[in-house]
């Protein structure tokens, strides 16, 4: 269930940065990783967790 979450919050915000960003669902792919990066988490549906609650970017050269 975790891995669908982090999924469907990289795709939602993909969709918001192409209102403001042209071009940007060809130049993206959006990734959920879950619980498979965490940063400090380690306790599932901890309150203590919400850093990895997030949306990284890789720059990629067009």
């Known amino acids: 269930m975790n891995k669908v979450l982090s999924e469907k919050r990289a795709q939602y915000v993909q969709q918001l940065l192409s209102k403001t960003y042209a071009g940007i669902l060809k130049r993206s792919t959006?990734?959920?990783?879950?619980?498979?990066?965490?940063?400090?988490?380690?306790?599932?549906?901890?309150?203590?967790?919400?850093?990895?609650r997030r949306v990284e970017f890789l720059l990629k050269m067009c």
Do not use: A, V
Not at 34 to 40: A, K, L, R, S, Y
């Open 30 to 52: 959006p990734l959920g990783k879950g619980f498979e990066q965490t940063i400090f988490g380690t306790t599932p549906y901890s309150q203590s967790n919400t850093i990895d």
